[in-house]
């Protein structure tokens, strides 16, 4: 009741509340079948919203200079839905309304609320997603699969159901660490790594190995009284993850620990170029789930080869000047869209924006460990996107809000 109350009460708190709430309903629309109705209706009901702020604050309009880049990325991206009839870029171009929005919006945001909604959220998805997974998931050549932890089991998009529960790592590890030790959050940050272990996605392993080593050389060189508690965090880790491993094995009908060691050697094997046999056995093809593991890696080096030879070759620079010449096709990352599908225009504006958003933070007196939140949080940004095509995904665009918050707490949006 209280909780409720102070949602009711302040502005920001209701805020969040109503973002999160907006998130949920975009996500789980997967599992209806005719999930149409729910997406017009988180857009219908963020417009009534935005109406009702709009009609009690009175928004400097001069205010508008400072999302520039987001503004004529949006007047692109609609141009783009005309020409080329794509509701792809129709729904980036309504979510990135959406982010513009919020931006306006917001005149003082905070981070801590923030971080907790998205912490809180993710542990809906994992008890959402510990039901599918229980139940085997997505029927498939290995029949009951234990495979891909996910919430939807969407085959297209089964690595990119891990971004919810990444950030909700992510942003609960930085909380017990530069906020404070709260235990429920240390109880849904292990739940979360664990969600990324069984998704057996080798890009979250190696993103969240590569977070670990950037937390761990800002703790030795920046805060060297937070290295103890630091290891014995990551002992914490290694012991709860590896017993809920083995303990979940027991459980199910399959050998995680094979399906892990096939995934990682894929991995390894795919880096070295060599070929391994893998023994068919009667409970599932582990040669398949091999195959088609190195066949995933190769969908994404060919994307960037055939990019790489296209540039080297003076056309895509200059068929994406202005618009393409031909149809649009999907891509396996969201920066290969940008820069293949896209107005070429569209990316400048990008990478302008965010260089925009570093430039505000590290001029401001804020303290190092702002500095590397907002750091880390782009930088994953930028390897997600780069590994995953995510544009259609609203915890991008959350992230996305993030990263544009520095502008908005440099504006007085309102005039009370």
Not at 16 to 40: G, R, S, T
Not at 299 to 321: A, R
Request: with cysteine; net charge positive.
């Amino acid at each position: 009741m209280k909780f409720t109350t102070e949602i009711i009460k302040n502005y920001n708190n209701r805020l969040v509340f109503f973002l999160l709430l907006l998130a949920v309903l975009n996500q789980i629309k997967f599992l209806f079948p005719n999930y149409e109705f729910f997406y017009y209706a988180y857009v219908g009901i963020f417009a009534c919203y935005l109406s009702l702020i709009f009609y009690k604050k009175k928004i400097q309009s001069n205010k508008i200079k400072y999302y520039f880049p987001l503004l004529m990325m949006m007047i692109l991206f609609f141009f783009e839905y005309i020409i080329y009839n794509s509701r792809f870029d129709l729904k980036i171009f309504i979510l990135l309304n959406l982010v513009m929005a919020l931006c306006f919006l917001i005149c003082e945001f905070s981070e801590r609320k923030f971080f907790l909604g998205i912490i809180y959220t993710s542990l809906f998805f994992f008890i959402l997603g510990s039901y599918g997974w229980l139940d085997g998931g997505q029927g498939g050549i290995w029949g009951k699969q234990f495979v891909y932890f996910s919430y939807h089991y969407l085959e297209s998009t089964r690595n990119e159901d891990a971004q919810i529960f990444f950030y909700g790592f992510l942003l609960s590890l930085f909380y017990i660490f530069f906020y404070r030790l709260d235990w429920k959050i240390l109880i849904i940050n292990q739940l979360n790594l664990l969600a990324l272990l069984l998704s057996f996605s080798r890009g979250f392993y190696l993103i969240t190995i590569f977070n670990f080593i950037l937390i761990l050389l800002f703790i030795i060189f920046i805060r060297k009284d937070k290295l103890k508690e630091f290891l014995i965090y990551i002992i914490i880790c290694l012991i709860v993850s590896f017993s809920s491993f083995q303990l979940l094995n027991n459980t199910v009908k399959v050998d995680m620990n094979k399906i892990f060691i096939i995934k990682v050697f894929s991995l390894y094997n795919f880096a070295i170029k060599k070929e391994i046999m893998i023994n068919k056995e009667s409970e599932y093809d582990k040669t398949h789930l091999y195959k088609t593991s190195l066949q995933s890696l190769t969908f994404k080096v060919d994307d960037w080869s055939s990019f790489v030879q296209e540039v080297t070759n003076n056309k895509i620079i200059f068929n994406n000047l202005i618009y393409k010449n031909d149809e649009k096709n999907y891509t396996e990352s969201s920066l290969l869209y940008f820069l293949k599908e896209l107005n070429i225009i569209i990316f400048i504006l990008l990478c302008y924006f965010f260089i925009l958003q570093i430039y505000q933070v590290y001029k401001k007196k804020e303290n190092n460990e702002q500095k590397l939140i907002f750091s880390i949080v782009l930088i994953n940004f930028i390897l997600l996107n780069s590994l995953y095509n995510c544009l259609d995904d609203i915890w991008n665009y959350l992230i996305f809000l993030y990263l544009a918050l520095p502008l908005s707490k440099k504006l007085i949006i309102f005039k009370i």
